[in-house]
């Protein structure tokens, strides 16, 4: 069944004002499947699409769901920034080919159902969690158009991003307790060589959180996409194909960590990080480093890493936002 409905969405706080702004959801069903999408604004240009490859099929047709906390809502009002759930599976490559055609076939549903050409070009954020996190960098990987902006891969990460394209890294502090090959050392040893060799490869760990569920504070996975769109993208996304930049070899800020555990909050008798370090590319000390896009960003990871904490509102990390209807 196909069903829409708009919404009225008010745009305050970090925005500064109050706009009224008509948002649009709806089910497309592709391969006999339905695909939720959401668009804050039908009046703005779409700047930036997610691909949330779930497995939970339980997200349908809400923005509270489709957005699961108010750090990424802020980003999708920022940017005006398409959402949409793919229903994930455990896939192979070759099924993975035939996913990732049946969603460019529907982003180009999309467009020309609401004559907004840009969603067929826009750059693609793809995330996944646990099996489906390598569905998502399986998936980034079929593009050949240049036009995946990001992945962000939540609690098993072994695949690479494609070539030269930024991957979130996001460990949580009990996924050992589910994989004893999920632990941040792990994780760091395969990440960490890849940031050396030029590849922009963050992580991050979520204090406490168990394996298998997204935690609802997403601030830092908001903010490394925010800066990742800021820095990235062209100041107008353009209704005709063209090619994101290579990320490869973009020196920005590095960030040091090493693993440990803690009984204490927010920890919760799990992994945490310690001895973080930031600083600005070159790195000329021994210890095994991620690839942070920005002071913005590594001045984020390292209060998250050190504290648990995200920073509070009033820093020099929060998400700001354009004036009002821009």
């Given at each position: 069944?196909?069903?829409?409905?708009?919404?009225?969405?008010?745009?305050?706080?970090?925005?500064?004002?109050?706009?009224?702004?008509?948002?649009?959801?709806?089910?497309?069903?592709?391969?006999?499947?339905?695909?939720?999408v959401?668009?804050?604004?039908?009046?703005?240009?779409?700047?930036?699409?997610?691909?949330?490859n779930?497995?939970?099929?339980?997200?349908?047709?809400?923005?509270?769901?489709?957005?699961?906390?108010?750090?990424?809502?802020?980003?999708?009002?920022?940017?005006?920034?398409?959402?949409?759930?793919?229903?994930?599976?455990?896939?192979?490559?070759?099924?993975?080919?035939?996913?990732?055609n049946?969603?460019?076939?529907?982003?180009?549903?999309?467009?020309?159902?609401?004559?907004?050409?840009?969603?067929?070009?826009?750059?693609?954020?793809?995330?996944?969690?646990s099996?489906?996190?390598?569905n998502?960098?399986?998936?980034?990987?079929?593009?050949?158009?240049?036009?995946?902006?990001?992945?962000?891969?939540?609690?098993?990460?072994?695949?690479?991003?494609?070539?030269?394209?930024?991957?979130?890294?996001?460990?949580?502090?009990?996924?050992?307790?589910?994989?004893?090959?999920?632990?941040?050392?792990?994780?760091?040893?395969?990440?960490?060589?890849?940031?050396?060799?030029?590849?922009?490869?963050?992580?991050?760990?979520?204090p406490?959180?168990f394996h298998?569920?997204?935690?609802?504070?997403?601030?830092?996975?908001?903010?490394?996409?925010?800066?990742i769109?800021?820095?990235?993208?062209?100041?107008?996304?353009?209704?005709?194909?063209?090619?994101?930049?290579?990320?490869?070899n973009?020196?920005?800020?590095?960030?040091?960590?090493?693993?440990?555990?803690?009984?204490a909050?927010?920890?919760?008798?799990?992994?945490?990080g310690?001895?973080?370090?930031?600083?600005?590319?070159?790195?000329?000390?021994?210890?095994?480093?991620?690839?942070?896009?920005?002071?913005?960003?590594?001045?984020?990871?390292?209060?998250?890493?050190?504290?648990?904490?995200?920073?509070?509102?009033?820093?020099?990390?929060?998400?700001?936002?354009?004036?009002?209807?821009?």
């Open positions: 069944m196909i069903f829409r409905f708009a919404l009225s969405l008010t745009l305050a706080g970090c925005f500064g004002a109050t706009v009224q702004a008509a948002s649009w959801e709806q089910v497309i069903t592709v391969g006999g499947l339905g695909r939720e959401f668009i804050p604004d039908t009046s703005r240009p779409v700047k930036a699409v997610l691909i949330s779930w497995k939970d099929p339980n997200a349908s047709g809400r923005p509270d769901i489709l957005y699961p906390s108010e750090d990424m809502r802020a980003l999708g009002r920022k940017w005006n920034m398409m959402q949409m759930h793919w229903l994930g599976r455990h896939e192979t490559d070759a099924s993975l080919t035939t996913e990732y049946a969603l460019v076939t529907t982003l180009n549903q999309v467009a020309t159902l609401l004559g907004k050409p840009e969603i067929a070009v826009t750059p693609i954020f793809i995330q996944g969690l099996g489906t996190a390598n998502a960098a399986t998936m980034a990987k079929k593009d050949t158009t240049g036009r995946i902006a990001g992945v962000i891969q939540h609690h098993f990460s072994f695949q690479s991003a494609p070539d030269g394209v930024p991957c979130l890294y996001v460990v949580g502090g009990l996924d050992n307790t589910v994989y004893n090959d999920i632990t941040l050392q792990q994780q760091l040893d395969r990440v960490a060589p890849r940031a050396a060799n030029g590849d922009p490869v963050t992580l991050y760990l979520e406490g959180q298998d569920t997204a935690a609802l504070d997403q601030k830092f996975p908001a903010l490394w996409m925010d800066e769109i800021t820095l990235r993208f062209p100041s107008s996304i353009p209704t005709t194909s063209f090619r994101l930049p290579s990320w490869k973009y020196h920005a800020w590095i960030g040091c960590t090493d693993a440990s555990s803690d009984s909050m927010p920890w919760n008798r799990g992994m945490r310690i001895n973080n370090y930031i600083q600005a590319h070159p790195y000329s000390g021994g210890r095994p480093y991620i690839w942070l896009p920005s002071q913005r960003v590594a001045e984020a990871w390292k209060i998250f890493m050190d504290t648990g904490v995200f920073p509070t509102s009033g820093t020099s990390v929060t998400l700001t936002a354009p004036a009002a209807g821009t």
